[in-house]
């Protein structure tokens, strides 16, 4: 049976559960999920994190510019990050492997052709690739998007079959659900344009992106025809939940 590939993407605020330090527990929770589902599913994983990992050790001098004082934290910070998964995620029989990309190498095709043929062999052989932007020289996912779109191109470019965006929301609340504070998960999307006029410009504590870039994202996906499903990380067994649709959650197809 051709097993079917999702590509989840974790954000800062999931991954802390919205507190100041990584969550080995939250790790943990993500890669139970992923043992329990490996017969079915193959998985790449796009990781933020690096940046609240190194606030956790180092307080870096503010004088410089703020982007290059993050850009700091974030080379600091990237091996306890990988430590934090491959410390938990071995515990469960599961390895991991690193790989760095930067959005120029999305458009450059020899770039686009190596980085396809890295991960189909790490995930053949049993590998998860764990991304992130390399931050060291890039800034962009730092400025903008907590790497929502570079999980959007990479599983565009990889052919995954589901991008999990995974937030601290249950997924995307209509509008007017916000303003009477109840909030309501618009569950199935099929139209993004008028998704578009229920988004507010909110951002979360940890990460630079709102769920405009969760929708941008989405778009990108889209086009390549591969679903696109924003579910509440902060929730326990949240992929196998939304897997089994026990939970609410915005799925953009």
Not at 86 to 99: P, R, V, Y
Not at 227 to 235: A, K, M, P, Y
Request: hydrophobic letters at 40%; glycine letters at 6%.
């Amino acid at each position: 049976m051709t097993k079917k590939r999702i590509l989840l993407k974790l954000g800062s605020n999931t991954l802390t559960k919205e507190t100041n330090h990584i969550s080995r527990g939250k790790i943990e929770d993500i890669g139970m999920q992923i043992a329990a589902l490996q017969d079915q599913y193959e998985f790449i994983i796009v990781s933020s994190g690096a940046i609240a990992a190194a606030k956790q050790f180092v307080k870096l001098d503010n004088n410089d510019q703020e982007v290059f004082v993050k850009q700091a934290l974030a080379s600091i910070g990237q091996p306890h990050l990988m430590r934090i998964y491959h410390e938990n995620f071995s515990d469960l029989g599961l390895h991991i492997s690193q790989c760095l990309l930067s959005y120029s190498d999305f458009e450059k095709e020899q770039s686009k052709v190596n980085i396809v043929n890295t991960i189909n062999v790490l995930v053949k052989n049993n590998y998860i690739p764990i991304i992130n932007e390399n931050d060291t020289v890039a800034t962009d996912e730092i400025k903008f998007g907590d790497n929502d779109k570079l999980a959007a191109l990479a599983a565009v470019l990889l052919n995954v079959d589901i991008l999990i965006i995974a937030t601290n929301t249950n997924g995307i609340y209509t509008k007017a659900s916000i303003n009477d504070m109840l909030p309501s998960t618009i569950e199935l999307v099929t139209d993004l344009s008028l998704l578009e006029k229920e988004i507010g410009d909110k951002k979360s504590s940890h990460g630079t992106g709102g769920m405009q870039s969760k929708i941008e994202s989405a778009a990108i996906a889209k086009k390549a025809n591969i679903e696109t499903w924003i579910v509440n990380g902060l929730e326990d067994d949240f992929m196998r939940k939304a897997l089994r649709n026990e939970i609410p959650f915005t799925k953009i197809i």
